[in-house]
């Protein structure tokens, strides 16, 4: 059974980092293109960062220069370092694989941006 289970949100101000981790079981995570997504309140969920197996990257436009995705293989866990917080950027963070398997969704990790 695959669980991926998300955690390290928080509130923060404007300007501050969170540092979310993404932890894989069940799936060998570093065989996949691992993502992470987030979804505001009223509006659909988006991809905002990828990492191919091979440690490729791709970001949403929004996040570009602000957020970096990486993994440790070892730990098959998956980070999504954000810095430079806006309060655009608040909402509910979920890792899946790219592209998601429905199931695999787990709880997310609230992120609010706000002073």
């Known amino acids: 059974q695959v669980q991926l289970v998300e955690s390290g949100g928080g509130l923060v101000q404007p300007g501050g980092s969170l540092r979310l981790s993404c932890v894989a079981s069940?799936?060998?995570?570093?065989?996949?293109?691992m993502g992470w997504y987030r979804q505001a309140p009223g509006k659909q969920r988006e991809l905002v960062a990828s990492i191919s197996s091979g440690g490729s990257t791709n970001y949403a436009d929004s996040v570009k220069g602000r957020f970096t995705i990486s993994r440790d293989n070892a730990k098959n866990t998956v980070y999504l370092q954000m810095n430079s917080l806006k309060p655009d950027d608040t909402a509910v963070y979920y890792c899946?694989?790219?592209?998601?398997?429905?199931?695999?969704w787990g709880q997310g990790t609230q992120v609010t941006v706000s002073s």
């Open positions: 899946n694989t790219r592209p998601p398997v429905a199931k695999y």
């Open positions: 069940g799936i060998i995570s570093s065989l996949y293109i």
